[in-house]
């Protein structure tokens, strides 16, 4: 079993930045895949990124690439998600998940475990 809890959300102006965080208690943690999603109000959960168990793989939504940088430390049952040059379309709630399998999914329905979701308001 893993839990995952996100901080780091907040009001930024646009082209600001922010960090998440994702803590996960769990000694499997480090063999996990994981992913960080958003949700906007009235629209579907969408993929944003997502990363292998080592960092070495990762693959990101075409609306984030070169904006958002994922990283994880094991060490530290932590995964990380930098956002540059943030706009106001990136306003959404923003969620951790990791997946019981070998390559990082990009499908919210192939992840197994989920955070609260974590707050991210842009003003223009």
């Known amino acids: 079993q893993v839990q995952l809890v996100e901080s780091g959300g907040g009001l930024v102006q646009a082209g600001g930045s922010l960090r998440l965080s994702c803590a996960a208690s769990g000694r499997a943690f480090m063999t996990y895949p994981m992913g960080w999603f958003r949700q906007a109000p009235g629209k579907e959960r969408e993929f944003v990124v997502a990363?292998?168990?080592?960092?070495?793989?990762?693959d990101y939504a075409d609306s984030v690439k070169g904006r958002f940088t994922i990283s994880r430390d094991n060490a530290k049952n932590t995964v990380y998600l930098r956002m540059n040059s943030l706009k106001p379309e990136d306003t959404a709630i923003y969620y951790c998940a990791a997946a019981r399998t070998t390559l990082p999914p990009i499908s919210a329905g192939r992840y197994d475990y989920w955070g609260q979701g974590t707050q991210v308001t842009v003003s223009s």
């Open positions: 990363i292998d168990w080592s960092g070495a793989s990762t």
